[in-house]
């Protein structure tokens, strides 16, 4: 299977925020900005296997700065590594003031998708290659997140395992 750059699976969507996409502070829904971001990260990772995906986990969402009603918000997304069925998906969010032109990183996520066939079972994926200063540090990080997102899904999978145990005086 040949390899394939981060850039390959880049994605870029750019939104204005609009009255609907805002809570009751003027800022975009949390909810909203999550939806955006499952949105981009999935075709990266359709992008990078050419296969039908399946968010696997999402392992974090950092929000660092609202995203105002007047603003636009800018997602940019792509593939930072990639187990043997899985691919690491990174997401950047960039907010812009329409009437400053000031720019700053809203939120970053990280997601895993894994690649399925159309029986829906897990499919190879190609290996990937960074490029970039920012690409080469994501990747050469992953490692440690992948750590990270294992242990995480073992404590997750225990307390689900404990919270649908029958309980003695039930």
């Known amino acids: 299977m040949e390899k394939k750059f981060c850039r390959e699976s880049r994605v870029v969507k750019t939104s204005l925020v609009l009255p609907n996409d805002t809570n009751n502070h003027g800022t975009l829904f949390g909810g909203r900005l999550m939806s955006y971001i499952d949105d981009v990260a ?65 939120a970053t996520a990280f997601s895993t998708f894994v690649a399925l066939d159309e029986n829906f079972h897990p499919v190879p994926v190609p290996e990937v290659v960074p490029e970039s200063p920012e690409e080469i540090k994501l990747h050469e990080t992953a490692p440690e997140r992948l750590i990270e997102r294992k242990q995480k899904r073992a404590k997750s999978k225990e307390l689900a395992d404990f919270l649908t145990m029958k309980k003695p005086w039930e």
Request: charge should be neutral; aromatic fraction near 10%; charged fraction near 20%.
């Open 42 to 106: 999935s075709i990266s990772a359709m992008r990078h296997c050419r296969q039908r995906v399946v968010t696997a986990s999402v392992d974090t969402v950092n929000f660092l700065y609202p995203i105002h009603r007047t603003d636009s918000v800018c997602l940019e997304s792509y593939v930072t590594w990639t187990g043997h069925t899985s691919m690491e998906v990174f997401v950047k969010v960039i907010t812009e003031d329409l009437f400053t032109g000031e720019r700053k990183i809203a």
